[in-house]
DNA sequence: CTCCGGGAAA
DNA sequence: TTTCCTGGAG
């Protein structure tokens, strides 16, 4: 048993129900709505995301076409709150125009384009970089990718699985190779969740760590 | 590597 | 008052 698992054994007993629900809420939603959310969440803490979010939602249907409607200056004064608000509601209606441009406002071949076909053209969309992309396609395409985030990518340096030098592709993968396929998306918001409360940036609760044995920060702490 | 940026915690 | 939180692009 590797201390990922230990690592996630742990995370399921403390967040699992709470992670499970959410998982299967983003299911639900149109992938323009989890763009849109996840590039709101860039960045940014997920409180003042969530709100710009529900600020966005009030204003206008979240939707291409709803985007490109609504004025750039009332879309910047929703996202305010959430900060790079400038940046944000100019890249936003940017994007919202190039779905419809080239995809006639159609995501779904998110889901049905072979998995590095998919990334490649999320990719190439303003806004998207990996980790927004494997977002995407994980939580809308069903796709078997870890998105990995700052706290993700924190920890796996910390637990030995990556190197601070190593890009995202390559901590992707590290991880992707300890975990199941059908579990990642759930392992993705249990990581997350640890990183936030457990493995933090500064301060990590190392007393409460269930596996400081097997991490190389702690250990090169300690001696 | 720097900039974009608000709110909350320290 | 300062620091932290948190990805993408130029």
Partial sequence: MGAINELLNYAQKAWGKEVKQIVESIKLREPFEILVGTVLSQNTNDKNSSIAFMRLKKLTEITPLGIIRVKEEELAKALRVAGLYRERSKRLKELARIIVERYNGDLTWIKCLPLEEARKRLLELPGVGYKT???????????????????????AIRLGYASSKDGYEKIRRALENEIAPEMRIYAHLLLIRFGRNICKARKPLCDVCPITAFCKHFNARAT
């Fill in 133 to 155: 992309a494997d977002i995407l396609l994980a939580f809308y395409g069903g796709r078997p990718v870890l998105p990995v985030d700052t706290h993700i990518r924190r920890i």
